[in-house]
C-alpha cells in the first residue's frame, strides 16, 4: 500500500513560482511511476507531468512544458513539482499520484493507482 500527501500549494502572483510535494510511504515508492494531475473548477482532471519507473524519463503537458519540472527525491520518498512563470489558467488542485512498476500510458489517469488528497494552488493577477 503507497500513501500519498501533497503540500506546497498556496496564492501567488502570475508570474511567480511554486514548488509542490508529494510524500509517499512504503518501501516501493522508489520504484514507482509518478505523476502529477491538476482540476480546476467545472472542468476535468488535467495531466500535468510524470515521471516514468524505467530510467526516470519525464513528460510534460502541453500547457506546461517549458515551465515545470518533475523531479524526485527517492531517498526522501518524495516527488516534486517545480513551477515557474505560473498563469491564472495554472489554478487547479494539484494531484499526485503513483502506479506500480511497468509499462503504461503514463499521461492517463487509469495508469495510476494510488492518489493524494490534493493540495490548491491559486494564481492572482
Known amino acids: 500500500q503507497v500513501q500519498l500527501a501533497e503540500s506546497g500549494g498556496e496564492l501567488v502572483q502570475a508570474g511567480g513560482s511554486l514548488r509542490l510535494s508529494c510524500a509517499g510511504s512504503g518501501s516501493t515508492f522508489r520504484s514507482f511511476s509518478m505523476g502529477w494531475f491538476r482540476q480546476a473548477p467545472g472542468k476535468e482532471r488535467e495531466f500535468v507531468a510524470a515521471?516514468?519507473?524505467?530510467?526516470?524519463?519525464?513528460h510534460y503537458g502541453d500547457s506546461v512544458k517549458g515551465r515545470f519540472t518533475i523531479f524526485r527525491d527517492a531517498a526522501k520518498k518524495t516527488l516534486y513539482l517545480q513551477m515557474n512563470s505560473l498563469k491564472l489558467d495554472d489554478t487547479a488542485v494539484y494531484y499526485c499520484?503513483?502506479?506500480?512498476?511497468?509499462?503504461?500510458?503514463?499521461?492517463?489517469?487509469?495508469?495510476?493507482?494510488?492518489w493524494g488528497q490534493g493540495t490548491q494552488v491559486t494564481v492572482s493577477s
Open positions: 515521471i516514468y519507473w524505467g530510467g526516470d524519463s519525464t
Open positions: 499520484a503513483a502506479a506500480p512498476p511497468g509499462p503504461g500510458r503514463v499521461k492517463t489517469e487509469a495508469f495510476y493507482v494510488y
